[in-house]
Nanobody, 120 residues
Framework: QVQLVESGGGLVQAGGTLRLSCVASGSTFSQNPMAWYRQAPGKQRELVAG????????NYLDSVKGRFTISRDNAKYTVYLQMNSLKPEDTGVYFCNADAARTVYGMYHWGKGTQVTVSS
């Protein structure tokens, strides 16, 4: 079973920058469309950004377009989320997993996520 380990979160001021990383174990990673999700306090988990297996196409939640960039390095079994111009509403726990709308291999067990807190 693939394990996911997210890192890179922290406390930043509005306008700041963070880069999240997610390392996956398991052989299906490089063939699986992946995504970053976030869960804000009291809200449901939402997809923030997705990327195809090859990395050739990406998609974003409207509220993060132009500020966030998802990328992946299949040789390192890693997916990244570069977050610029952070806003307080970006606060939440960020998780990576397969892109639920595009995966043919199914979702992996959720990792612990990484906390992002943006202060105003």
């Amino acid at each position: 079973q693939v394990q996911l380990v997210e890192s890179g979160g922290g406390l930043v001021q509005a306008g700041g920058t963070l880069r999240l990383s997610c390392v996956a174990s398991g052989s299906t990673f490089s063939q699986n469309p992946m995504a970053w999700y976030r869960q804000a306090p009291g809200k449901q988990r939402e997809l923030v950004a997705g990327i195809t297996a090859s990395g050739g196409r990406t998609n974003y939640l409207d509220s993060v377009k132009g500020r966030f960039t998802i990328s992946r390095d299949n040789a390192k079994y890693t997916v990244y989320l570069q977050m610029n111009s952070l806003k307080p509403e970006d606060t939440g726990v960020y998780f990576c997993n397969a892109d639920a709308a595009r995966t043919v291999y199914g979702m992996y067990h959720w990792g612990k996520g990484t906390q992002v807190t943006v202060s105003s």
